[in-house]
């Protein structure tokens, strides 16, 4: 079965800093790129960071630009999400999600394209002192 | 890129067909998704390209558009279509998504 599992969520200060894993099972994690994407208490879903297969991208919402890392490790089928300097409005569930691609002849061209497929169910990123 | 919904919130009954817009601030040919969230639920993807339905999704959803106006359709909603819906914007690696519309039982 093809699984992702988050970890690492709890309750943290402002200033402080989170490492959030995803444990990868039922497909080959090293061939995919990934997504993290949040939700705020009862608001959208909110893209946060994305990386290649072989980390050679790497991609950051503005909101979290120099205070979050993604990274991945093949031989763990996991992957990250360091966070610092972590503020109120970072409090949310964070997913990780699968991106996959399917290729669609269209007209003149051929498009690859790229959607979210697989998501975890979520851990839980409570920022407040 | 900027994703807009409309509307935020829609009120229909069973069997109703239902349409939801999104537009993108610039063109981004048919490179739109469309996500269901139920409550406490996580997101679960329609239809990717703008109109391919993902597979074990219900024929009832179609998506259609390209460029910055796209569409997403329920033919009959069913009780369980009740939900938040979601466009995504895949032009660009830096995804972005709408706010969401938000589909009550009238």
């Known amino acids: 079965e093809v699984q992702l599992v988050e970890s690492g969520g709890g309750l943290v200060q402002p200033g402080g800093s989170l490492r959030l894993s995803c444990a990868a099972s039922g497909f080959t994690f090293s061939s995919y790129s990934m997504n993290w994407v949040r939700q705020a208490p009862g608001k959208g879903l909110e893209w946060v960071a994305y990386?290649?297969?072989?980390?050679?991208?790497?991609q950051y919402a503005d909101s979290v630009k120099g205070r979050f890392t993604i990274s991945r490790d093949k031989a763990k089928n996991s992957l990250y999400l360091q966070m610092n300097s972590l503020r109120a409005e970072d409090t949310a569930v964070y997913y990780c999600a699968r991106d996959e691609n399917t290729r669609v002849r269209g007209v003149e061209v051929v498009h690859s394209y790229y959607y979210m497929d697989v998501w975890g169910k979520g851990t839980t990123v409570t920022v407040s002192s | 890129i900027q994703m807009t919904q409309s509307p935020s919130s829609l009120s229909a009954s069973v069997g109703d067909r239902v349409t939801i817009t999104c537009r993108a601030s610039?063109?981004?040919?048919?490179?739109l998704n469309w996500y269901q969230q139920k409550p406490g639920e996580v997101p679960n993807l329609l239809i990717y390209?703008?109109?391919s339905l993902q597979s074990g999704v219900p024929s009832r959803f179609s998506g259609s558009g390209s460029g910055t106006d796209f569409t997403l359709t329920i033919s009959s909603l069913q009780p369980e279509d009740f939900a938040t819906y979601y466009c995504?914007?895949?032009?660009?690696?830096?995804?972005?998504f709408g706010q969401g519309t938000r589909l009550e039982i009238k």
């Open positions: 995504q914007q895949s032009y660009s690696t830096l995804y972005t």
């Open positions: 610039q063109s981004i040919s048919t490179y």
């Open positions: 990386i290649t297969s072989t980390s050679g991208t790497i």
């Open positions: 390209g703008a109109s």
